[in-house]
């Protein structure tokens, strides 16, 4: 229709015009318009018709609501538009302004990217893509705001031209998510802290360890009255009174009513088994001990690998000081029954000793959990099988018996018997969660309540250790463990509940320069020109690489540039021996049906197959990969890669089995070659061979399953090359990886990270470009990890050696420490502590040293000491740090004790006495004595 832009900036409507040429036509025009049919009523009225016919039962409430959602699913809407609505931008203005405060989860919340012209203003390292939102805005406030809600923020303050923040005239209207308070409790309570309570750092002060929940306890009053400034029709009293019926209505509910909520909440279908959750202390008979152990034999291993005392006390005086924080911190909390579970992330970089010090954690929990020695007090498991080998677990899904599809309850069967199996498991110990996606972090969640039947508490309440690297590639079509999983409206408030620790020191010091130039690149930060210059130094063309690396691993970015890679060293040697898989069709109707899926199966992929590829060429001495998780507590997981060394063929000349040597391990498939010892020795094969047998797998070809392909082969591929997501949680000697610009910084780290040494990297660009491109600019690609690991920065784990270390610290007074040695000489080197550093004295008891005898403490003086003769256990002492500023006043410790004037004590044959007498700067007089007493004196 014609446009006239002064109507349309009068009116701001759609307009339309038609020229009048006399009176006539006009009241014909007019007529006509009033007249004419509505198409879209009449539409309208027969799909009701058609809804009513279809849908007999609906009332109008159920046609109104069909109706509404065929009409959302039918608009179309441009790409802006639903941007627009997406970033909950008012569609429409009004004379009251309203505004919408997005106070869902800080990772659901769409960002408005910044305009082209203020990109190219950025300094070319910069990150900050994004305009500043509510939140950005309101937490870098000016200090005389400090007291200022996020609430009263938006509604009643702006900034104005000089840039100074001033209140509005006028406040604003303020819209939000609106949490349901008696369907979400935890979601409407974190909503009213956000929006009514000052804050300056929403992830540190709110969200942080589940903070915003006590927060509003708290302030339950004050957040109500302030709802009132912006709710008018907001009933406080009643608010208050929901609120405490939610709190205490599972205590009014029976026995039946509790199971039935508990489990209506938590899982789709209804759970069985809470009368097994009755009495988690009752006694289990022997029969149920045996059955734990043949049904749950993958996890349920018998305790029969504890250390030898000198041994373990010799591998924690190894650990660095990080190292035995964390360890000492573990076995503070298993001897303090009353602490709450110990779930943390533990990480670190490469060659820091995560896996010596998860070792030592697991043989903690052994030593020093209170059961009765039957299986061992942890289940270690991981993501992949691949990563359950090193750590000598199972995956989680074979763990927790969790399917791929979706979470099934326990049998009665299966529940008692992790139920007896939990009696002893203290702790849960998880590898590679970078693997692990937030889907089944939940599903582990589900489970794990469901078994210990404590449903208040993350995991059921059972000790959570998860290890891994972030920085590595996520699990695929998967939500990153550290993100909301898609498909719940809870936040990630599971693995936002877990501590952080990490170690630091990297213990290989051959590998302390590429083991933080490789953490550099996974944190996208910028690198030096020496750092650059060490990576660049490892770039070679194809042919060196083949010259000086022939048998390294090569490790490619896509499946097809692997498979051209292994068939042509392969086909490249003469003693190449090639097996077919053997396919058999069941259902098909004619010939020519079969002959059509036998094509259609062949060009199946492997994962497609069950793992069994159709074609395989075996070559001696190269390397082949197990495709599928033969048996992991064997160590033959999906991903192992192993050696041929022999191959066996029937008088068909058709491979009947193959042999393979993993020199990683000797743990692999340790099972199987003890089982095929004697045939190894008759036909003179290596001693650490494991056999590998043809496996069948059943494919069904249709929707409805009646035709199926069954095929029997190795589950084995090529393992000349591979593709960066099959190697990773992968380690090797020598990798030849093939570099493009393009690669995301996920894949190049965990394409650099499966090397041990940079000496053994030989790094080939694709087009013969020596520039590493990476490490020369902030990525903006990994903004949601860089946040993540600020957020963990600000929730570390609080040892029990840091708690003691700053309670001494703030006080400034003198710090004495007490110890019983059991031999000064044997254990002077476990005083290598941080909090026995920083103390002023040491108590020292049962040094079993003669009185003529020196032991030197490092930084420390011996100031008195006494042992009784012909005694062995027994001996006090007293050591004064060298820089300590107190004076104290000591006689020589001998048999004349009583007579000395500082101290008035006598001494008898049931023990050992030592004392000093301290003068503090303050004038403060100190009597410091230590005790060993006898006990079979008394």
């Not at 763990?399 to 992790?418: D, F, G, H, M, R």
């Not at 020109?529 to 060196?544: G, H, M, N, P, V």
């Not at 003179?684 to 069904?700: C, G, L, Q, S, W």
């Not at 002023?840 to 049962?846: K, R």
Request: proline share 3%; aromatic share 10%; net charge negative.
């Amino acid at each position: 229709n014609p446009f006239n832009p002064f109507v349309f900036n009068i009116l701001r409507s759609n307009m339309d015009f038609q020229i009048i040429t006399e009176e006539y036509s006009c009241a014909a025009y007019v007529v006509e318009y009033v007249n004419k049919t509505n198409r879209g009523v009449s539409n309208l009225q027969r799909k009701i018709i058609e809804i009513m016919n279809e849908h007999p039962e609906f009332d109008i409430v159920d046609i109104t609501r069909k109706m509404s959602v065929d009409i959302l699913n039918s608009v179309e809407m441009s790409s802006q538009e639903a941007a627009w609505y997406l970033l909950k931008e008012p569609m429409s203005k009004s004379s009251v302004v309203v505004i919408y405060i997005n106070t869902v989860w800080p990772i659901e919340r769409q960002r408005i990217r910044k305009t082209q012209k203020e990109l190219s203003e950025l300094d070319e390292n910069s990150t900050d893509i994004w305009k500043e939102d509510w939140f950005d805005k309101y937490q870098r406030r000016p200090d005389e705001l400090c007291d200022i809600t996020l609430a009263q923020f938006v509604s009643k303050y702006y900034k104005n031209k000089n840039g100074v923040y001033a209140e509005r005239v006028v406040p604003k209207v303020i819209r939000y998510r609106n949490y349901d308070i008696a369907q979400d409790y935890n979601e409407y309570r974190r909503e009213m802290v956000t929006l009514h309570i000052p804050f300056r750092n929403e992830d540190a002060e709110i969200l942080a360890e589940m903070k915003f929940i006590n927060i509003y306890d708290e302030n339950e009053a004050l957040i109500l009255e302030r709802r009132k400034e912006f709710e008018s029709n907001l009933d406080v009293e009643k608010t208050i009174e929901i609120c405490r019926q939610l709190c205490r209505e599972d205590g009014n509910l029976d026995d039946d009513e509790t199971e039935i909520q508990d489990v209506a909440n938590r899982f789709p279908e209804p759970n069985p088994f809470q009368q097994l959750y009755c009495n988690p202390n009752a006694d289990v008979n022997i029969d149920l001990h045996l059955a734990t152990l043949n049904k749950l034999g993958v996890i349920a291993k018998k305790k029969e690998n504890i250390m030898e005392l000198d041994q373990f006390c010799q591998l924690m005086k190894s650990a660095n000081e990080k190292q035995k924080e964390f360890l000492l911190h573990v076995i503070d909390h298993i001897l303090s029954l009353t602490s709450s579970p110990l779930q943390v992330f533990f990480t670190g970089p490469a060659g820091c000793g995560k896996t010596f010090t998860i070792k030592l954690v697991m043989e903690i929990y052994n030593r020093y959990s209170d059961n009765d020695g039957y299986c061992n007090a942890y289940i270690t498991c991981a993501s992949t099988g691949k990563a359950a080998v090193a750590i000598d677990g199972s995956t989680v899904h074979t763990a927790l018996k969790i399917s791929l599809s979706k979470l099934l309850p326990l049998s009665t069967e299966t529940a008692n018997q992790y139920r007896t199996l939990f009696r002893y498991v203290k702790v849960l110990i998880i590898d590679e969660v970078s693997m692990i996606g937030a889907e089944l972090l939940a599903q582990i969640d589900a489970r794990l309540k469901q078994i210990t039947g404590n449903f208040e508490t993350n995991f059921g309440g059972l000790d959570m250790i998860f290890i891994g690297d972030l920085r590595q590639l996520p699990p695929d079509r998967a939500t990153p463990i550290y993100k909301q999983p898609k498909q719940r409206m809870a936040g990630p408030v599971l693995w936002r509940g877990l501590k952080f620790y990490q170690l630091t020191e990297v213990m290989r010091q051959s590998n302390s320069i590429f083991s933080t130039l490789l953490t550099k690149i996974g944190n996208g930060m910028i690198l030096t020109d020496d750092e650059l210059a060490i990576i660049e130094s490892r770039f070679f063309t194809k042919e060196q690489a083949d010259q000086l690396c022939p048998h390294g691993i090569r490790i490619f970015l896509t499946n097809n540039s692997v498979n051209e890679y292994n068939n042509t060293i392969l086909q490249r040697a003469d003693n190449k021996i090639a097996s077919i898989a053997t396919d058999l069709f069941f259902g098909c109707q004619s010939t020519e049906q079969e002959a059509f899926l036998k094509q259609k199966f062949h060009k199946m992929s492997v994962i497609d197959t069950g793992g069994l590829p159709y074609e395989i060429v075996f070559v001696p001495y190269k390397s082949y990969i197990i495709t599928t998780n033969i048996d992991v507590s064997d160590g033959l997981a999906n991903g192992a890669v192993g050696k041929l060394v022999h191959i066996e063929q029937n008088e068909q000349n058709e491979v009947t089995r193959v042999w393979l040597t993993f020199e990683n391990s000797q743990k692999v498939g340790k099972k199987l070659r003890q089982k095929a010892s004697a045939y190894v020795a008759v036909h003179n094969i290596d001693k650490h061979a494991v056999p590998i047998e043809r496996r069948t797998y059943t494919i069904a070809m249709n929707n409805n399953k009646t035709i199926n392909a069954k095929r029997n082969h190795f589950p084995l591929v090529s393992g000349c090359a591979m593709t960066i997501h099959k190697s990773q949680g992968g380690t090797f000697d020598e990798v030849v990886y093939e570099y493009e610009r393009t690669h995301s910084l996920s894949l190049l780290y965990v394409a650099l990270s499966r090397v041990t040494s940079i000496n053994g990297l030989y790094i080939v660009p694709k087009n013969n470009d020596n520039r590493f491109y990476h490490g020369r600019k902030n990525d903006t690609s990994i903004i949601s990890l860089q946040d993540e690991f600020r957020r963990l920065s600000l929730n570390t784990l609080s040892t029990i050696g840091r708690t003691i270390l700053d309670f001494m610290n703030d006080r400034k007074k003198l710090s004495m420490v007490t110890f019983n040695c059991q031999s000064l000489r044997k254990h002077v080197s476990d005083l290598s502590d941080p909090a026995i550093d920083s103390s002023n004295i040491l108590f020292l008891s049962e040094t079993w040293l003669n009185d003529d005898e020196n032991i030197d403490i490092p930084n420390f003086d011996c100031i008195a000491k006494f042992k009784r003769k012909n005694v062995r256990s027994a001996g006090v002492a007293i050591y004064q740090k060298s820089n300590d500023t107190s004076n104290i006043v000591t006689s020589n410790m001998d048999i004349l004790l009583r007579h000395i004037r500082e101290v008035d004590i006598g001494q008898s044959s049931i023990g050992d006495i030592c004392a000093a007498h301290c003068f503090l700067d303050d004038g403060t007089n100190i009597i410091m004595k230590t005790y060993d007493l006898w006990s079979s004196r008394f």
